[in-house]
């Protein structure tokens, strides 16, 4: 790609096999450049109808037949779904609650199972409220730790520091497969099979690899998987998440959180637990069947196009932005925070500049240019190849260029707002 103008990003999105997918997008603003899909995915067009029909329809007019009529097991066919772009089977996968929540029961799970062994392992590169939830599983198993273990260089994660904390005391390696911040992928085959060797369990976050890279979870023998479907998934604004238990896994663990949806013949309504087989033992309540139902169309529209096909085109993107970084960005102070091999990298690049919180309100409030930020100084430039064109790549890069270019961050202010 020498090529770097205008043109030649016209000419890439004129190539681009999946470049209709775009329009199957609520996409009203189409000066609006939206780099974010990895935090919010946009609204399937489809999705819309889809709730019409849930809330007019099946609240509106069948009531509490809509219990029978598809509700009550929407959470294992929304799972299995899921399951097709994750390298699971389909009933390994169930959407429930919250990634944070599925975490907690999951982790529990596991490290009551490992009787004997006290270690959990995980790294800094890890999303902040999975090393909450991991301290808060810890403290209620006795003796159990964390070993939480640095990235050098706060871009790529420790691999070989990970494979040599591993030993028969080890109950758990938990790590996100995709690190939110870096974008750095781990690679989930070799890790899974150093833990087993060792006896210990595993547990991925998918919250930025699911619908975003190949994930093959039962081919790399990963035991426990949790992630986010309003992320790359398309499912809405809080989303319940899904959880995986590997299928010889699943009558060996127990959940923590134990409520009727994970009781053996609910309806009997017996007072003892007694759990239900297979997945459903880890569900909990009622689930949230509004936001639920939104989560299909987005995972539908994924499997139409292929996980291999989204991922070449978000590794052609990623390296493409990453050209167009090196050319206009990095002689204004840019850098690169993101791993430069494509194997290594997910579907976003992070870009820092020691102006970057400011420069992000400026893309946001003059430039339309939405993008994320990551502390310290990080731009998250999120790709979904499913509907992320080329030029909005060229048009994001050139706006940045002029907001540094042009000062116009001067004017905002350094004190962050309460989301960013
Ligand atoms: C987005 C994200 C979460 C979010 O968890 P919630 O419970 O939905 O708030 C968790 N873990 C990782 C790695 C994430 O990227």
Redesign the pocket.
């Known amino acids: 790609m020498s090529e770097l103008d205008s043109v030649s990003a016209y000419n890439l999105d004129a190539q681009d096999p999946l470049a209709n997918y775009r329009d199957r997008f609520v996409n009203k603003d189409p000066e609006l450049i939206y780099l974010d899909g990895n ?1 919010l995915g946009r609204l399937p067009r489809a999705t819309i109808g889809r709730l019409q029909d849930v809330i007019e329809k099946e609240w509106g007019d069948r009531l509490i037949r809509g219990w029978n009529e598809g509700w009550f097991r929407l959470q294992e066919s929304v799972g299995g779904k899921i399951a097709k772009l994750i390298g699971a089977e389909p009933d390994e996968v169930v959407v429930a609650d ?6 907690f029961k999951l982790t529990l799970a596991a490290i009551r199972a490992q009787t004997g062994r006290h270690k959990i392992i995980t790294d800094d590169l ?2 902040p ?2 090393l909450y939830v991991l301290q808060s599983t810890a403290d209620l198993q006795s003796g159990s730790y964390i070993e939480r273990i640095s990235s050098e260089d706060d871009i790529h994660g420790p691999t070989e520091q990970i494979s040599n904390a591993l030993n028969d005391g080890t109950a758990l390696l938990t790590l ?1 497969h995709v ?2 911040k870096s974008g750095f992928i781990y690679n989930m085959a070799l890790l899974s099979q150093q833990a087993r060797e060792v006896g210990a369990l595993t547990l991925w ?1 998918l ?2 690899s699911a619908g975003s890279i190949e994930v093959n979870l039962r081919g790399s023998g990963a035991d426990l998987a ?3 479907t ?2 790359y998934l398309n499912g809405g604004p ?1 989303a319940p ?1 899904f959880l995986y238990v590997r299928r010889e896994l699943q009558e060996r663990l127990g959940n923590p959180l134990a409520g009727w949806f994970g009781q053996k013949n609910m309806f009997a309504l017996d007072l003892d637990y007694q759990p239900e087989s297979g997945i459903r033992r880890f569900l909990t309540g009622t689930p949230t069947i509004l936001s639920l139902a939104a989560v299909e169309n987005g995972v539908d529209l994924l499997n139409e196009v292929g996980i291999a096909n989204l991922r070449k085109k978000s590794v052609a993107q990623t390296e493409y932005l990453i050209h167009l970084h090196d050319r206009y960005l990095a002689p204004l102070g840019f850098k690169v925070n993101s791993p430069r091999s494509p194997q290594m990298r997910g579907s976003h690049v992070s870009i820092g500049h020691p102006e970057g919180w400011r420069i992000n309100q400026a893309l946001i409030e003059e430039k339309k240019v939405l993008p994320d930020f990551r502390e310290p100084d990080n731009l998250r430039l999120g790709i979904a190849p499913i509907y992320t064109t080329y030029a909005d790549l060229y048009t994001a890069v050139m706006r940045i260029r002029s907001v540094v270019q042009d000062e116009l961050y001067l004017k905002y202010d350094e004190a962050r707002s309460e989301v960013t």
């Open positions: 935090s919250s990634t944070s929540v599925n975490l890890n999303f409220s999975d996100s690190t939110f976050d919250s930025h949790v992630g986010c309003y992320k809080g998440a």
